[in-house]
């Protein structure tokens, strides 16, 4: 087959905000190529609605997000972590800013801020109302194209190594055409696996592309049964389009079921404002009691100003925000888990790095605090980026480990097999018998998630074998984890057990089966 060969020296996997954010850094000091497999900027920071959290403003401060980040987090978080992160923020407003990213304004010139669930005060900086991801790629992908090389529709299949060292990657292109890229750093900003669930916020690409490579490459990875559902998807007659953010609610929002009745008196100090996974599960015991569920509008002036997004999804499909009731239903939203790193994108695999929702930081703990994860994905960027020094050696074909391209015999089932599943038997609420049986299911295709990518698949198949892996990784850990915290809630364990606190659930080495560790958060620096 042949081989068309590239060299650099970094190759970045993946063109949302931290690929892109980290793209335009290091360009200043090396040669950058990034690899897409589609447009340029398709993914899910484009659709991101709420904003960017960040405590620079008069009044706030970093305790006060850190605090709110561990309370949301079940305090299940990498305090390390936040705290490095967290403390990128002046750095990363200021480098948006410079980038010209229309943050919205006041009247009085000082830049608007809104409220999400489980934050202590008004931090979210927003662009365009709840079009910010739109405003802030638009800004990105125009720096970009002048400082970087951009392959677009051309999918990663795997990592290739030397030994246990990283020194490029490999895919195919949509004509089907071989690629292999050498560089001596290789940094996977592929984004997450909405994509596994029927109902999502994320774009199509969400299909956990990222772990999956990890995974093959026998790279560390963590916390995968820590899958956040966001309340409030907008409900059609058809398929389910549009986020409706978190921001409405800070706004004044309130759930309410057909009686009007609010859903989240009682549940939570915090009522319409509680943290993402008790919001949720709230709006889930709803929908199984029967009841419709709905996000009343009333409180909030000039709705349509505010959220021209949300607007005109609801216009697309047919709902007036003029009554004031948008229904909504919840819907898999982001992956606290992923390929385990510290706050530089470090992994276990010298050469290879990983940021944004690919990466497990442990920054967001078992539940993510909203609006958290464009901040950390510009704030690893920028840490990576500075961490990072031009490599002094060039990495070839010539050090290359050659694995001969398996043949696989296996009917896979189609991305829509795999979203009903992971439904029904891997949803919000989980217990042991249901997860048994999608373990048992997706133990049928355990030939081609341990082995490496092969080229004798089409680019859909690839994909799915990647949703396979990360489906995998997923219902084992989520049976392995017997108790309910943050994100992850089972119905026969309903309870946070003391025992699990210091607790992770590890993959490494291409090993089929999980080990149970406690928490390691010390990585060995390996940029030399």
Known sequence: MDRIISK????????????????????????????TKTSLGAGNSEKAQGGIAAAVSKGDNFFLHMKDTLNAGSKFNNQH????????????????????VPFDKAENGEFHRTREGAHSLRRIFHAGGDATGSNIMKHLKEAVKHQVKIKEHLLIH??????????????????????????????????????LYSVTSNSKESTGDGVAIAFRAGARIIDMEFIQF?????????ETPCLVSEAVRGEGGILVNQEHEPIMEGIHPQKDLAPRSVVAKA?????????KVFLSINRIPHFTKRFPTIAAACKKNSINPAEGMLPVRPGAHFMMGGVAVNEYGETTIPGLFAIGETACTGMHGANRLASNSLLEGAAMALLLADKLSRPSFNASENQAERLDDIEVEVNLPSRIEIQQMMDQYCGIIKNKEELTKLKDWLADYFDVIR??????????????????????????ACLLRTESRGAHLREDFHKEDDSWSSREIVWQGRQMKPIVKEKEYSYESITG
């Open 8 to 35: 650099t020296d970094a190759v970045i996997v993946g063109s949302g905000l931290a690929g892109l954010m980290a793209a335009l850094q290091l360009s200043k000091k090396m040669n950058v190529i990034v690899v």
């Open 81 to 100: 972590s936040v705290k490095a992160l967290l403390e990128q923020s002046p750095l990363v407003m200021n480098e948006l800013i410079r980038l010209n």
């Open 158 to 195: 795997d990592v290739i190594l030397q030994g246990s060292k990283s020194i490029g990657v490999v895919g195919k292109d949509k004509e089907g055409k071989v690629h292999e890229i050498y560089a001596p750093l290789t940094i996977l900003a592929a984004g997450g696996c909405g994509e």
């Open 230 to 238: 966001h309340p409030t998807m907008l409900l059609t007659t058809g």
């Open 283 to 291: 709006v889930h015991d709803e929908w199984q009691k029967g009841n």
């Open 451 to 476: 082995a490496p990518a092969s080229h004798s698949f089409s680019a859909e198949g690839t994909i799915i074998i990647n949703m396979l892996t990360a489906a995998w990784m997923i219902t084992n």
